[in-house]
């Protein structure tokens, strides 16, 4: 496996969890045209022609048809112009349900944040309401946050003005986008061949306060068998034994400045409550390349600690650093091998038999052509 591709996987994954490891700009608006979105950010950006961003916060809403509007007692039921993507399973429900947001309404009662109570089909929904107020609803009032991530997600920045930028989505889309979203730029996501040596000889040395992502892939080795002193016992026995697993661990380090902290106490709760669960809904059971023919594994979870807490060289400028391991299987195969040898089609057989019947020698010849020469 590659170390890019774990970076480019947790590049674009982990800014839809956590701000952490990037830098977020708010975007003061999201207009769709067909399948292109034109973002335009609340400050210049910095961006450059191509490059990859991830956008988080974007509601992207459906209208209410106001005449399928009706408040009884304290629900409403209403119907949608658009399909939206709003579930509620036996799961939500046992986790305290699920709430929508609406704006737009002119009676302020019906706008806000509302308990979703039924999801009766793509159209109709049921909310909890106060019991009290119109029964109706009027002005343009939808439901924000309906239709899950056609604007979020991780996208190419393209035609770069100072403030804007125009992204591709999805589906095509007509409404603009709602809630409060924000572009993720700057991503501190890079691969190292030794971490010891990056935080010694790198991080220390430079003007970096904000945290990073290091990846390192360590070394390969192969399963051992239980029953075999050593795997290389059973795979000598010909092509159809050899299935050893090759493991390939590799390590995320978190890597935080803490000279402003009075310990690395408060690094690490961040890490335990905010990092880790991003760490793990990025890369962990993915399956990643190995090379070899058969790469259906998938990374798995090995472990989490402390990996170096310290004043580096003697520097004013603390470093927390933890270590997040994994681990991939890869099973090997004949294909991976250097194969058997080159066999050659057997043609003829010639038998020459001796008899006790006296000194005669008998002599046979076998055509194995499907037709025999002439």
Do not use: C, W
């Amino acid at each position: 496996m590659k170390a890019a591709d774990v970076v480019d996987r947790l590049a674009q994954n982990i800014p839809l969890h956590t701000d952490g490891f990037s830098e977020s700009l708010s975007i003061t608006s999201i207009l769709p045209t067909g399948t292109t979105a034109l973002a335009t950010t609340s400050a210049p950006h910095g961006l450059v022609e191509g490059q990859d961003i991830a956008i988080t916060g974007a509601d992207a809403p459906v209208d209410i048809d106001t005449g399928t509007f009706l408040r009884t007692a304290a629900q409403a039921v209403f119907e949608t112009l658009q399909d939206h993507d709003l579930t509620l399973s036996e799961r939500d429900i046992a986790k305290g349900g699920k709430t929508i947001t609406i704006s737009g309404a002119t009676e302020a009662e019906f706008n806000g944040t509302f308990k979703l109570i039924n999801v009766a089909n793509r159209r109709k929904l049921t909310i909890a309401v106060d019991d009290s107020g119109s029964t109706t609803i009027s002005g343009s009032p939808i439901v924000e946050d309906a239709n899950g991530g056609i604007f979020n997600g991780f996208h190419q920045a393209v035609n770069i003005t100072t403030t804007t930028f125009e992204y591709t989505l999805p589906i095509a889309y007509t409404l603009n986008a709602a809630g409060t979203p924000v572009v993720q730029i700057k991503i501190r996501i890079l691969s190292v061949l030794d971490i010891e040596q990056y935080l010694r000889d790198v991080y220390t040395k430079q003007t970096i306060d904000a945290d990073q992502l290091v990846v390192q892939l360590g070394d390969v080795s192969e399963s051992k068998n239980r029953n075999e002193p050593s795997d290389a016992t059973s795979s000598s026995s010909g092509n159809v034994a050899f299935t050893p697993s090759l493991i390939q661990p590799f390590a995320v380090y978190i890597v935080m400045n803490v000279t402003q902290e009075l310990s690395a106490a408060v690094a690490r709760d961040k890490v335990e409550f905010e990092y880790i669960p991003a760490i793990f809904r990025s890369i962990l059971r993915a399956p990643f390349d190995t090379g070899f023919t058969y790469s259906q594994y998938k990374a798995t979870f090995t472990g989490h600690g402390v990996f170096a807490y310290s004043d580096v060289n003697g520097k004013n400028k603390a470093v927390y650093a933890h270590e997040v391991a994994f681990e991939q299987l890869a099973k090997l195969y004949e294909s991976d091998t250097v194969g058997t040898e080159n066999t050659v089609a057997m043609r003829d057989i010639d038998f020459t038999m001796n008899s006790n019947l006296g000194t005669g020698i008998m002599l046979a010849t076998v055509d194995l052509d499907e037709e025999p020469l002439p």
